[in-house]
């Protein structure tokens, strides 16, 4: 913990840790909790609470060691503390919540600042770059659909906070915007760019396999309403005359997990599309069409020292043991990580397009 540049906390501090939560999402801002012990005596009621040592905007890294391999699960800051006073020995505590460096962004509004002729990535880039101090490293990919307006025909602006900008312009292009913490503490990985779903999927989730077996429940849904077909109308602008976009292909950014893709019942129509470049048009019937790609869902709890590593949220992992419908590889939409003395265990969701594996076996 720090200020700005984290420290070793001291041991007294560390002792005083009761439990620990750190919830991270996909396309969301991460968010912890820490609990501490206050005793009536200790360092932390006599000397740091009232030093400041816990006050918002204190910057907190917590990793976890599993089997010998360090995780960095959250890098944020101190927004809420919270003090509870008990007549009962003991039962006194402290409990800080926080939230991802992104907070860091979303503090301070920008009234109507200039990005003439760069395209939404490059002005994503620019505005990470003034967070370097806390050690983002921004990973930007260019958007799908080029998108450099001519000075002379647009300029863009930002209104509002920088996290706000950037997070408006990752739904208008079907990205997603977050801060992946490590590999080192201190560092973080600013990403703006699509779900990443590629990649070797994580060890198994095993499910009704006996001994095998190292999640309890797992819980699947399929909602047919969730997929919808959008439309967007352009009017070209030599002949003044509208016609609708044929619904873009979003598998180059979001490969298929599925065999039987869940159909789209529903149509939605995209509002004042038709005022907008053809560019733009494009790019957010790309994003309407990503976010209500998931139609199957799944939730459930494992015990990391039974699994035997950390789940890592945006990534893939493989299911076993739940049937043809349900097996086969899942997108990790988000990770609740629960840590007390003697226990830690991991609440997940799990997300893909539709039903039955593209192959016929997971890999453990």
């Known amino acids: 913990m720090g ?5 070793p906390v001291p041991q007294p501090v560390t002792d005083a840790l009761l439990s620990a939560q750190v919830t991270v999402a996909s396309g969301q801002r991460s968010g912890f909790q820490l609990a501490f012990d206050l005793s009536k005596n200790g360092l932390i009621n ?12 204190i910057r907190v890294v917590l990793m976890a060691v599993v089997t010998g391999t360090p995780a960095v699960l959250m890098d944020g800051v101190i927004i809420r503390q919270e003090v509870g006073i008990s007549n009962q020995p003991g039962q006194s505590t402290l409990t800080v919540t926080g939230e991802d460096l992104t907070v ?24 990470i770059g003034k967070y370097g101090q806390y050690g983002m490293v921004p990973l930007v990919v260019p958007e799908l659909v080029p998108q450099t307006p001519m ?11 920088d996290l706000g900008y950037v997070n408006e312009l990752a739904k208008a292009n079907g990205y997603v915007f977050y801060l992946d913490p490590g590999p080192v503490p201190g560092m973080s990985r600013a990403y703006w760019g699509p779900e990443v779903r590629l990649g070797v999927p994580q060890h198994a989730l095993n499910v009704n396999m006996d001994a095998l077996s190292n999640v309890d429940q797992l819980t699947f849904a399929f909602d047919g309403t969730a997929r919808e077909e959008p439309e967007a109308r352009i009017q070209l602008p030599a002949t003044k005359v509208s016609t609708i976009l044929p619904v873009p292909e979003v598998s180059i950014l979001r490969p298929p997990l599925a065999l039987r893709p869940a159909p789209a019942l529903k149509k939605k129509v995209i509002a004042d599309t038709a005022k907008k470049d053809t560019s733009q048009a494009v790019a957010e019937t790309i994003a309407k069409a990503m976010q209500s790609a998931d139609a199957v869902s799944g939730s459930g709890q494992l ?3 039974r699994y035997g590593h950390v789940l ?9 043991g739940a049937g043809i419908t349900y097996d086969g590889l899942y997108f990790v939409k988000s990770v609740t990580h629960n840590l007390k003395r003697g226990s830690y265990t991991q609440n997940f969701t799990l997300a893909r397009e539709g039903l039955i594996a593209l192959q016929p076996t997971v890999v453990p």
Do not use: Y
Request: proline share 14%.
């Open 303 to 305: 015990d990391v020292v």
């Open 104 to 127: 860091l962004m979303d503090l301070e509004e920008q009234a109507g600042v200039p990005f003439p002729a760069m395209s939404p990535a490059a002005r994503v880039a620019a505005i």
């Open 3 to 7: 200020p700005q540049i984290p420290v």
């Open 46 to 57: 006599t000397a740091l609470l009232p030093g400041g040592f816990f006050d918002p905007k």
């Open 312 to 320: 890592r949220p945006r990534e893939l992992v493989g299911v076993r």
């Open 151 to 161: 000075p002379t025909r647009r300029i863009d602006f930002q209104k509002g906070t």
